[in-house]
């Protein structure tokens, strides 16, 4: 039906009205009703089939919504026919229906992955971004003898299987981070007595094999964020400053970001990098720096150093932080910054977190000139966060809890709320999510503080990670013995 042009329509005389006109209609009916007017003529049946029309929908109903597309994995729109945009179109508002029900249905459920070995634990989970969204990050831990288990997971097949496993048993364990560039060879870094760069060879048969080193930076520090050849890292010492470097052939510190104002040890929750600025969330500030290389006004050796353009200061400790830019499809065609979704559980006096979630926006600065130079008087967000909403989160004393926070505003969150479902109780978790939308834009989630959806529930506490695929459609829930679960919603 693609060699027929919008003219060739337009002559038509079964058509009443002009094909433009139709499209303009149709792209504001439900999916639904668009499938079944194909039913109802000859005409209608060639107009659903255009290509021109898919792409017009996929762009109306879906991407200009900011709604994640399963199975799309970066592929250019100009290649694919009419029959794949109205796959993708269909998949993707599919998923979204499901995935933002009160009660979303798991298309699948798999458990894998028990270890043998007693008192072992999920730490870490996170899946790989882009790369046909079918991998998880794992670590697990094991208490007698201590050891840490890093493996990589392909998810997209019946039964999740590991294709890469690291064991680290000697010297300290400061965790991993996975490269939010997926396009960079470097996947993860690890942190021990020293910083290593890893790859992980997919087509590897021997799993402990696929983990492949890259480079290597002497030193314990703390690991904060891997983005493409960037790697932000922190001196655990009081005061300690920022560092990022650069982890090409050989590896080197490029800057160093310092807060003189900082009176106590109030070390990095979570950093966002952005062409040439950073924003970095602590325990009590945010701070936005420049990553425009300076030389040291006064001569000193080591890494020229960058002060903080702008700060704000939060009334209380937090006691976790997730950050994610938004994905924005009016952002990203007026080359404006995303506004930037940060999630807060805020510390009390008391050894138990508060039983609220803060949701705060940095709202992109309307006076930014894209462009020009990231300065003090050209930042590229406003400098106190908005706050949006809090949602009712209840942890209780010693109870696990875990929180993600996608690209495309997901919250997902664990935490010991039982009353909806089994009444007061000393044990139970539920895994409750809700869509995060910037302020200013429209949201699909219910208004109020309370979870919009609630995924699944359990009378026990086993629970203690959680990870989320957006694009996917898949949530990764970890276990205090070291098992997995798998949950598929599209």
Request: glycine share 6%; hydrophobic share 40%.
């Amino acid at each position: 039906m693609d060699k027929f042009g919008i003219g060739s329509w337009d002559l038509s005389p079964s058509l009443p009205i002009p094909l433009d006109i139709l499209f303009d209609v149709i792209q504001h009916l439900p999916i639904q009703s668009i499938l079944a007017l194909r039913q109802t003529s000859k005409s209608f049946y060639a107009i659903t089939r255009l290509r021109s029309l898919w792409a017009l929908l996929l762009r109306t109903l879906v991407q200009e919504k900011n709604i994640p597309i399963p199975y799309f994995d970066g592929k250019s729109l100009d290649f694919l026919s009419a029959l794949e945009l109205e796959q993708l179109t269909c998949y993707a508002l599919a998923l979204r229906s499901n995935w933002t029900n009160p009660d979303p249905d798991a298309k699948r459920e798999v458990d894998f992955y028990k270890p043998t070995e007693p008192d072992s634990r999920i730490i870490f989970m996170q899946f790989l971004p882009g790369r046909g969204n079918r991998w998880l990050i794992s670590v697990t831990m094991t208490a007698q003898p201590r050891k840490y288990v890093i493996q990589c997971w392909n998810v997209a097949v019946l039964q999740p299987i590991c294709i890469a496993e690291l064991t680290h048993m000697e010297g300290p364990y400061g965790g991993v981070i996975i490269n939010d560039d997926p396009s960079s060879p470097a996947i993860i870094a690890m942190q021990s007595a020293l910083t290593e760069i890893l790859t992980i060879d997919f087509e590897e048969e021997d799993p402990e094999s696929a983990f492949v080193p890259l480079n290597t930076i002497d030193g314990i520090r703390e690991i904060h964020l891997l983005s493409g050849n960037t790697l932000v890292t922190r001196r655990p010492e009081n005061g300690g400053e920022v560092s990022i470097w650069d982890i090409n052939d050989q590896p080197c510190e490029k800057i160093q970001l310092v807060n003189p104002s900082l009176l106590q040890n109030d070390r990095c929750q979570v950093v966002h990098l952005h062409d040439d600025y950073m924003v970095i969330v602590r325990q009590q500030t945010i701070e936005f720096y420049s990553t425009i290389l300076r030389p040291n006004i006064i001569a000193t050796p080591g890494a020229p150093i960058s002060y903080p353009l702008a700060q704000h200061r939060f009334q209380w400790c937090t006691e976790t932080v997730n950050m994610s830019e938004q994905v924005s499809w009016h952002a990203a065609c007026s080359h404006r910054p995303s506004p930037i979704n940060v999630l807060i559980r805020f510390g009390s006096i008391y050894p138990w977190p508060v039983n609220m979630l803060h949701h705060f926006v940095l709202t992109p600065n309307p006076a930014y000139v894209p462009g020009r130079e990231t300065s003090q008087y050209n930042l590229p967000y406003l400098t106190q966060p908005t706050p949006v909403q809090t949602i009712g989160s209840p942890v209780r004393l010693f109870a696990p809890s875990s929180i993600a926070l996608g690209r495309y505003g997901t919250a997902l969150w664990l935490d010991s709320h039982t009353e909806d479902w089994l009444g007061p109780s000393d044990c139970g978790q539920r895994l409750a999510g809700r869509i995060l939308m910037a302020t200013g834009e429209s949201s699909t989630s219910q208004s109020g503080s309370r979870a919009s959806m609630v995924f699944r529930v359990r009378d026990d506490d086993l629970w203690n990670k959680v990870a989320i695929d957006e694009e996917s459609g898949r949530i990764a829930v970890g276990y205090v013995n070291g098992s997995i679960t798998l949950f598929e919603y599209s």
